[in-house]
């Protein structure tokens, strides 16, 4: 056998050196890495380092993973239980045995009954949960969801919600968007069942009686209340109202009114002599000689001011007002040549509020305390409250409400303060709420109510502030 001309070596010292050579070689590179990174700002958390490495810099801001996480969540949780009540359906099968079965004998209607209401639909119901889940859109390299749009599982809301697009691609609108966002209040999502409920409807149909749930949902903050694309029911025999020259101080005809969410039935019954009339904020509100007794004639007390001293105060300037209030008192039109264009506010707490004022030829404006007035600033000539606010109101809430009445009166109008009642030990914190202003005072009146509270009225006027 031939001997190799090579000189022996020994295969251990070759590997060893091979790894000795490959590890330095991993070192520099991996210093030289390091170093490129450091250099590029990888480690001060730089976006183009993430866009070199993934292709775009997204990012998770403005993306609602918890409502995306549970919109996921229902969908599996449904796929789940559909899962054990099959696998609980086959176990029940193979115990009983094929004797059990037979015996059973089920008919052709009853199995597919079974495979509809157990199988098709909750699969059906899983497969729209799936496709209802919006996932967050790419927008200039960063990721962006739709505020609120997998919070909710009813479509129509879901479609309410959804930002309208611009008929015309890629312009701007009268706002200054390329889209249209509907608003809801932010408390909705808090009030999830009771929304969804509100929104479930049939499109195009006649909508539910639920008044009360809209306004339920108003009350707590859920406002405004969504558009709905149902029609609104009315009673089953409108008849025509009455003329205005005789309106205004007479009770609506009760066939105008619907009133089957009502303890009352008609109007003799909401009488202040009636204990079960279904609201108990005012006495005499439907009562109208009473009422025309307050404004027109008025009584020997100094809390009540009459209607003609009001506007005498600014004559001929009184032409528009709001009425703040649960839409019992109607301050100030009359029945002489001065007339004035009042807006009233009102919620239907326990009887028909707002449609009494509509049929007394006045106007309506369903609001709550929650939200700001939809009226641009300086415009009102007059500001009325009462019967309604009184001293179970917050100061806080009392602060942001003034300063809106502010924002929305004009330069030299008239805030009337009717009838605030408090507890006589609180009436200074009220009194330096009104008065925080520094308005002008033409009228200024305490009473007192009981031994532990107080009446108070104003007349206030705004003063100018130039700027």
């Known amino acids: 056998m031939a001997k190799s001309c090579f000189p022996k070596c020994r295969p251990g010292k070759i590997m060893g050196w091979l790894q000795i050579m490959l590890g330095g070689l991993v070192i520099i590179v991996s210093i030289s890495s390091l170093f490129r990174f450091y250099s590029a700002g990888f480690f001060l958390h730089n976006e183009d380092i993430c866009r070199h490495f993934y292709g775009s810099n997204v990012v998770y801001d403005g993306i609602d993973l918890e409502s995306l996480t549970s919109r996921f969540q229902e969908v599996l949780d449904k796929m789940e239980r559909l899962q054990d009540k099959l696998e609980s359906i086959v176990q029940r099968m193979e115990t009983n045995g094929d004797d059990v079965l037979r015996k059973t004998n089920i008919s052709r209607f009853e199995h597919k009954k079974f495979l509809e209401v157990e199988v098709i639909r909750p699969l059906y119901s899983a497969h729209i949960a799936l496709r209802q889940i919006r996932l967050p859109r790419i927008e200039n390299a960063t990721a962006r969801e739709d505020p609120l749009i997998n919070a909710f599982v009813v479509e129509e809301i879901r479609k309410y919600i959804t930002p309208k697009e611009n008929r015309v691609a890629k312009s701007v609108n009268i706002y200054g968007t390329e889209r249209v966002y509907n608003t809801i209040g932010h408390a909705c999502v808090a009030m999830k069942k009771e929304l969804e409920e509100y929104m479930d409807y049939d499109v195009g149909s006649y909508c539910k009686d639920d008044w009360i749930l809209g306004q339920k949902l108003m009350i707590r903050g859920c406002d405004p209340l969504p558009r709905r694309r149902c029609l609104a029911r009315a009673s089953k025999l409108y008849l025509r109202p009455y003329p205005i020259n005789e309106s205004l101080w007479r009770i609506p005809e009760g066939r105008n009114v619907r009133w089957s969410n009502y303890q009352c039935r008609n109007f003799e019954c909401l009488s202040s002599k009636n204990p079960k009339r279904g609201y ?163 009228k200024w009146a305490i009473a007192s109510k009981s031994k532990d509270e107080v009446f108070l009225s104003a007349l206030l006027e705004k003063p100018p502030r130039s700027l």
């Open 280 to 442: 108990s904020k005012c006495t005499g509100c439907f009562e109208m000689e009473k009422e025309k007794f307050k404004w027109i004639t008025n009584t020997s007390l100094p809390i009540d001011f009459m209607i003609k001293d009001v506007l005498s105060i600014k004559p001929g300037e009184i032409r528009i007002g709001l009425d703040y209030g649960s839409g019992r008192d109607v301050c100030c039109p009359d029945e002489g040549t001065e007339r004035v264009t009042i807006v009233s506010t009102a919620l239907n707490l326990g009887a028909p509020f707002s449609e009494t004022i509509a049929l007394r030829g006045l106007v309506p404006l369903y609001a709550t305390l929650n939200q700001r007035l939809p009226f641009f600033d300086n415009t009102m000539d007059l500001i009325h409250t009462g019967g309604f606010m009184d001293g179970w109101i917050d100061l806080q809430l009392l602060d942001f409400i003034l300063f809106d009445w502010d924002r929305v009166l004009r330069p030299g109008g008239l805030l009337w303060i009717d009838r605030f009642f408090c507890k006589r030990k609180e009436l200074d914190e009220y009194m330096y709420m009104f008065l925080q202003f520094r308005y002008r005072k033409h």
